[in-house]
């Protein structure tokens, strides 16, 4: 099962997936990462898990 989104090959930090959903969506990446930081540090949103399901859901860069 994959994720019809691809992980951002040139635009990465550490597997491409917010630069991946930010250049599908045409977002800027710096911000997407700002608020993906700022949700992940609030008590309700478990970043870091959702971060590695998507790693492994999302398809391969080109």
């Not at 994720?3 to 550490?14: A, C, D, E, W, Y």
Request: net charge positive; proline share 6%; hydrophobic share 45%.
């Amino acid at each position: 099962m994959h994720i019809p989104v691809k992980r951002s090959r040139t635009n990465q930090v550490f597997g491409g997936v917010i630069a991946g959903f930010c250049e599908k969506y045409d977002w800027n990446p710096t911000l997407g990462r700002i608020i993906y930081v700022l949700l992940t540090l609030t008590s309700w949103f478990a970043g870091i898990p959702v971060y590695l399901l998507l790693w492994l859901l999302m398809e391969n860069p080109d």
